[in-house]
């Protein structure tokens, strides 16, 4: 195959991201969602259907197109349970619900207690507490790796997706650093501006964040090799490596498979 028709094959590529569901994946492509999971009967079933979309000049706005994205992307999850009633979230379990209970109380009295960064800092890691957990425990990291194995066997056009890295350069990890960073900076600005911050300021804080966040993630993207951009990879590539994903099995692997196939059905794409 000549270097030019490689780099047609290349460019003809979709974009896809996803998300691990603790018994399967989520997939991400321009226009579709589709799942597939593992069942307790050990079946594989997929489902898929069309994104949500919000459409408009805010698509254009740095910052609020980021939050907006999400917003879309937060949107599918409901579908996928009415689709999908096998799919099981990654937060669906009673520990890490407990786990969220404990770290908004432990986040609420660390706003009464401990002021400053220092302070800051302490809520932004309690805050993720729950995520690490969920992480750790199951089949849920394990299906991270398959998200990430699946979409770069896909973009490399590698038919076997055991060979590919569990970690990518567009994982969601890629935020925290930035939006960890900017939450605490914000936080400190606020309260230096304004003498007793509301929920309202916090919320608007916590969506510049997010914001700010994404926009740093497309500019790593947009500008790949660059020295900056390697060394903004750097946090979510290790949180990746050590704590977010796991060496998936062939059975996992063979559920990503049929994720894969299902949002190229669903996109009109050959595989």
Known sequence: ???????????????LGGMALRNGLLVHGPTH??????????????????????????????????????????????????RLPAAQLPFQNPQILAAMGGAALAGSLLRRRVSGLRGEAMLAAVSIAPSLLALRGGDLA???????????????????????????????????????????????????????????HGA?????????AVEVFTWSERHHDSA??????????????????????DEQLEVGRAALEEILRAEGAAA
């Open 33 to 82: 969602w589709a799942a597939a999971v593992r069942t307790k009967a050990g079946a594989i079933e997929v489902a898929s259907g069309r994104k949500p979309r919000v459409k408009g000049r805010v698509e254009s706005v740095p910052g609020a197109r980021g939050v907006v994205k999400l917003g879309e992307a937060m949107l599918v999850i409901p579908l996928v349970k009415r």
């Open 142 to 200: 394990a299906y991270h790796g398959v998200e990430h194995k699946a979409i770069a066997a896909y973009e490399q056009d590698d038919a076997d997706a055991r060979d590919a890295a569990k970690e990518h350069d567009r994982c969601g990890s890629h935020l925290m650093a930035p939006m960890l960073a900017s939450n605490v900076a914000g936080t400190a600005l606020l309260k230096a501006l304004v003498e007793k911050p509301t929920a309202a």
């Open 228 to 249: 900056a951009a390697r060394a903004l990879r750097v946090p979510g590539h290790e949180l990746q490596r050590v704590l977010g994903t796991r060496e998936p099995t």
């Open 1 to 15: 195959m000549s270097e030019e028709k490689t780099e047609e094959t290349k460019s003809e590529k979709l974009r």
């Open 204 to 212: 608007a804080l916590s969506l510049a964040s997010i914001g700010l």
